[in-house]
């Protein structure tokens, strides 16, 4: 007799095995609600180990960029090491999050609740049977989208190891009168400056006030090291304010390319003076806490189980 499946089975299956919540349901509901005979039934789909690898840190994988026009997409799918990024199965995951991102605005948490085309799971579902499949923890870990009515949307891709895929992804809007030949060019070429100069804000205004204020006191500390007056050390700190914003916000930038003009005058200058929109950069891995090991002291730990 097949007892009632209920919240509280699955939840204490997924428990159990790490598998995902329609995973685990489907198991009961072939078990007819036998719970060990469900956990077997994952283990023999290969989908109960993904809950063992998931404290493992991820922080390699791919970045994904698409654009279509005047809409973009960014994600960052991460991985515990490189070869799974080389992996053709990952990949096509990575590109078809990237195109689910394109056609829906949506934040992390509802990317995860939509399906995947090519397999019919859930995103989330999917990454449980990816980690379970290719062997290593996975995370879905940032998406970004940017869309204008009038303009263009770039992007570039920097240590590209398949189109629209690799290690340093970016996205430029640029709104505008018109989309030209020459927006794009522009925008690509902003796109490029973005992958290399790395800057945090679009404008000065972006800065919250909490972050002025905490960078202020950091040069304050520095400043008053030095032991100049109090008058000296107020224009040493608004000097030093003002190489911040030349570091962090793209429109105080200094154009890479040419390496002498501002972007925000680079781009009052273009013709028909587009605004930017907006920009994504995804470093792969960025900000992701990794322990360094030593690959000969591993073996011989394992070894030595």
Known sequence: MTKPITAGMVRELREMTGAGMMDCKKALTETKGETEAAVDWLRKKGLSSAGKKSARVAADGLVGVLTNEKVGAIVEVNSETDFVARNDQFQGFVKEVTQLVLDNDVDVEKLKTLKVPSSGRTVQEEITHLIAVIGENMALRRVGRLEVKEGVVSSYMHNAIAPNLGKIGVLVALEAPAKTEELQAFAKSLSMHVAAAKPEYLSIEDI???????ERTVLMEQAKASGQPDNIIEKIIEGRIRKFYEEVVLHEQVYVIDGK????????AHKGEPKIAGFFRYGLGEGIEKEATDFAEEVAAQANK
Not at 261 to 268: D, G, I, Q
């Open 208 to 214: 919250s006030a909490d972050a002025l204020k905490r």
């Open 261 to 268: 003009t501002k972007v925000n005058k680079l781009v009052k």
